[in-house]
């Protein structure tokens, strides 16, 4: 029996890989359409990318036509080389170079040899292609942008790169990809699914029809249309305001996490990365080191908060029953925490309880109720722990897993971050003080302070701030519908928001407010530093607001970051006010306030620390070729074709 079965197997194996082997080159001609097979030709056929409009379906993104030079570098033959870079003017080194690059990616597969012709440039070559064997035209579609804001809410389309090619094989060289903003994050949606064509040819390299009649061909599906959460009115009014000023606006609707405004400032208008162009103006931009445009500061930026951190440190100092609404505090125009030591404070002084002492943001009771939370347990380390653990149930601290394809954590400290600092030291709740007014080691990005004063809107809960409204024929990711309920009570949000809402009325805002508005905010001062040539070097500091409204119902959380700005009511509380005012009652009355923000400028206050050889530089190559940053006029043309030592 044992004679009889390894010479079965072997005959057994042997037929069944002999029927496999016929079944693969007989009658299965699948995998020659994926070699390089000399007699079939394969043709793509892009689809159009999904358009994308506004949450009240205004238009923002569309698609125009355009024509690559695709090159397959075996069939290029007895060519007039002079007439084909004369047609296409460029020189017979860039021909040369550009058919050795396509050579390298493959001889005998189809790959971009010039992109991005125009209609007029496509016509001359179509006229005469017959006489150049080895090239011929692929039609694809780029975006056209309806408006010239939100450049950093859309991201830009480019082509792929060897890498991207080799990760993932739906793409091949010349495919265009979505990169930053919802391009990125809705790539695969967008992007629809690309034709293919398997055409036969003969042995003169002629096309005699479809493969096998078509039955190996597929028909392109168009990308899918989607519609952002983002009010454009209310994006093209912040961006306007932004002008001449560098930080960030972040709106959000309370109720659902929908980010109605996300402003990034200086922007660019998007239609300067399309088209030939493109590379030269995406390589000004990225080498604006001082103003960085591609710098998205709403989702990036790392900042101390300033006072506006009070919020939560009054949260977290009434949850853990170490104040209540009535604990008062004695303030002398400042808080002394240590020998030595004195905290400056610019409330009006006296005995301050929390409602006051959040409308006058003072610095005595904030810190004095941080102290009174990380002493709550005779171990500093612990107490840390326990406060950082409510700041995180509000988001803060980590990547927020928003639908854009860019963030930071920020940061929130934990006992491990003071064991780090101070190694065999016995650190104390003065020692870390100064993150009761949201320094020290505090940082945040704008998102995360929008979706801060979201959660105190809400009572205590949020949703993942998100982008993506609605995916035509799709749904999107249920996380976005997911409640995140904090740590604090929501019976202790009421007496914040009554303190808040008198942030206007009596406190820092005073004259901020808006007329049949009713605004809860807080205004915010932090201390800003830099290193200059080597040295730590203070510079004017960051202005600061974080509002919503109406104080009942919320309808939009908004925070505003302007750096260099001063102090909170200058510059980023009006700007607050102005968008807040512009989302609710779709107009503006504050007009005094508009017309300040909107003809002010911080470019003085800028320039003040950049090196001369570095401005004379930025200046030569602006002056070699100007980059159409977004300016207020152009705006509204493109638009109608379509610190806390301030205690503040």
Known sequence: MRKVLLPTIIFVVTILLVIRLFYLQVIDDSLKLKSDNNAIKIKYDYPERGYIYDRYGKLLVANQPSYDIMVIPKDVKNIDTTAFCSLLNITKEDFLKKIEKARVYS???????????????????????????????????????????GANIFGF????????????KYYNSGDLIGKQGVEESYEEILRGIKGVKYIQKDKYNRDIGSYKEGRFDTIAVQGKDINLTIDAELQKYGEELMINKRGGIVAIEPKTGEILA???????????????????????????????PLYD??????????????????????????????????CSHGFSYAPGRFMRCHCHGGLLQLHRGIYESCNTYFSSSYMRIID?????????????????????????????????????????????????????????????IGQGEV??????????????????????????????????????????????????????????????????????NVEGIDICGKTGTAENFAKINGKRVKLQDHSIFVAFAPKDNPKI???VFVENGYWGARWAGPITSLMIEKYIKRKITRKDLEKRMLEGSLEAEYNKYIPNPVKDTLINQMAKKPVKLVSKEAIKTKDSKAKDSTGN
Do not use: C
């Open 107 to 149: 001889p005998r597969l189809p790959s971009v040899f010039l992109a991005q012709l125009n209609k007029k440039e496509y016509a001359a070559f179509q006229e005469v292609q017959r006489n150049f064997n080895g090239f011929y035209i692929q039609k694809r579609s780029l975006r056209d942008y309806q408006v010239n804001y």
């Open 157 to 168: 389309i480019t082509q792929v790169n060897e890498n991207i090619i080799n990760k993932n």
């Open 557 to 559: 959380a908004i925070a």
């Open 443 to 512: 940082l945040m990005t704008p998102i995360q302070l929008a979706n801060m004063i979201a959660t105190v809107a809400n009572r205590g809960f949020y949703y993942t701030p998100h982008i993506i409204k609605k995916i035509k024929g799709g749904t999107i990711d249920k996380k976005f519908r997911t409640k995140h309920v904090t740590t604090v009570n929501p019976k202790y949000f009421d007496p914040v928001i009554s303190g808040l809402f008198d942030v206007y009325n009596f406190g820092t805002a005073h004259g901020l």
């Open 376 to 436: 709550k347990f005779n171990n500093p380390p612990r107490g840390v722990d326990v406060w950082s653990n409510h700041l995180k149930s509000f988001g803060l601290g980590e990547f927020m897993g928003y639908d854009l394809p860019t963030g930071r954590r920020g940061k929130i400290p934990t006992s491990k971050t003071y064991k780090k600092m101070y190694p065999g030291w016995g650190w104390s709740s003065k020692t870390i003080v100064s993150n009761a």
């Open 262 to 292: 996300l402003v990034t400032a200086p922007s660019y208008d998007p239609a300067i990365l399309v088209g030939r162009q493109r590379s030269k103006n995406y390589t000004m931009l990225y080498n604006d080191s001082i103003a960085k």
């Open 297 to 330: 500061r709403g989702l990036l930026a790392e900042y101390t908060p300033g006072s506006p951190f009070k919020i939560l440190t009054g949260l977290v100092a009434l949850q853990e029953g170490v104040i209540d609404e009535n604990t008062g505090f004695s």
